[in-house]
């Protein structure tokens, strides 16, 4: 896939089991945040995102926590899936007006066991 | 299906080359970026069209041009790259005013010989 080369963290679970995913930021003034998801071949899919007013958010089998006072993201899958092999992305963006464009982090590849 | 299109998705160019990359959103959205996701890197913001106008050049070279013609197409023109250019290029698209997701094409990927 894109990232092979690239060290990234791998994260292996059975399928069914929970996984979490970890992510640090720098920018204190970040107050976007999202989660992407990409597999291998394809450009990054949206997952979750979360705003910098709460520190809890939860879609469907995903959950995503913010934790400001230490610049944390987690994402949470619960139940995993084997189509939840992929590699996911953490993001941020500031707190201009407007696009300014996404600063991503490393990734981690997320494996899933059967 | 994120309705943000990038053709080609496969380029092998040589370093004299001049090719054009080409972007093209139906989403309505007014923010358009390039991205850059090579093997050693995580993906890197090149550059940022707001309303047409480019308001973000993350210090790109001069080898890579981009155009935004109107806000629904993007290209990225190429000219005298290296190899370590070679990299998946990508194309997203967002809402200009409001803070929301970036969506994202498929990527470009080329390969510089």
């Known amino acids: 896939g894109e990232n092979v080369g690239l060290h990234l963290p791998t994260l292996s679970v059975q399928e069914g089991d929970n996984s979490i995913i970890n992510c640090a930021y720098s920018n204190s003034a970040s107050d976007y945040f999202i989660w992407y998801k990409q597999e291998s071949g394809k450009g990054p899919q949206f997952i979750i995102d979360?705003?910098?007013?709460?520190d809890k958010r939860q879609g469907q089998r995903v959950t995503v926590l913010l934790n400001k006072t230490v610049k944390h993201l987690s994402l949470q899958i619960a139940a995993t899936q084997p189509g939840d092999s992929a590699v996911y992305f953490c993001a941020e963006t500031g707190s201009g007006g407007g696009a300014d464009g996404l600063t991503f982090g490393k990734g981690t590849h997320l494996i899933i066991q059967p | 299906e994120t309705g943000v299109t990038q053709t080609p998705r496969h380029l092998v160019m040589g370093m004299t080359n001049k090719k054009s990359l080409k972007c093209e959103q139906h989403?309505?959205?007014?923010?358009m970026y390039w991205y850059k996701q090579s093997a050693k890197k995580p993906l890197e913001l090149m550059f940022v069209?707001?309303?047409?106008?480019?308001?973000e050049n993350n210090s790109v070279p001069s080898r890579f041009s981009p155009e935004c013609p109107n806000s629904s197409h993007l290209f990225l023109h190429l000219h005298t790259l290296q190899p370590e250019d070679s990299a998946l290029y990508l194309c997203?698209?967002?809402?200009?005013?409001?803070?929301?997701?970036?969506?994202f094409g498929q990527g470009t990927r080329l390969t510089v010989v």
């Open positions: 989403l309505g959205h007014n923010a």
């Open positions: 997203a698209s967002s809402h200009s005013r409001e803070r929301t997701e970036a969506f």
């Open positions: 069209y707001n309303f047409k106008e480019q308001t």
């Open positions: 979360i705003r910098s007013n709460m």
